[in-house]
């Protein structure tokens, strides 16, 4: 199927808000995901670069942020920019976070051992106690 008989089948393109994410795209037939930069998203669709190896009409899976894969359909590929339409609407924002990572449990404070401070045990190992 070509470029333009892909677009026609499809429906109007939502707004899309300038972003600049990291997003791991695997094809359907396997493979290593390969990693690419969105810079265009929307709830449906988004434009991603480093696409030379996608091919408009190709089904693939996207990750980005902290959304499951969702899958997608290649609709053109230009210049190593490529526009990509969503299966399934997602949610921008959900894309735009990070994953949450636990804090650091903090570490349990270390004695340190200065010896004895107070009264007449301090001066128990002097050289100079008479």
């Not at 791991?24 to 988004?46: N, Q, Y």
Request: proline residues 9%; glycine residues 10%.
């Amino acid at each position: 199927m070509d470029e333009a008989a892909i677009r026609e089948t499809l429906p109007p393109r939502q707004p899309r808000q300038q972003v600049m994410l990291s997003a791991e795209i695997c094809g359907f037939g396997g493979g290593a995901p390969t990693k690419h930069r969105i810079k265009d998203l929307s709830v449906s669709g988004a434009r991603i670069d480093r696409a030379e190896g996608l091919r408009p009409g190709a089904t693939v899976l996207v990750s980005v942020g902290v959304l499951k894969a969702v899958g997608a359909t290649v609709i053109w590929v230009k210049d190593g920019v490529a526009g990509l339409r969503f299966a399934e609407t997602i949610d921008p924002d959900a894309a735009r976070s990070k994953a949450m990572i636990a804090p650091p449990k903090p570490r349990p404070p270390v004695a340190i051992d200065r010896g004895a401070t107070a009264g007449w045990i301090q001066d128990l190992h002097s050289p100079y106690r008479r």
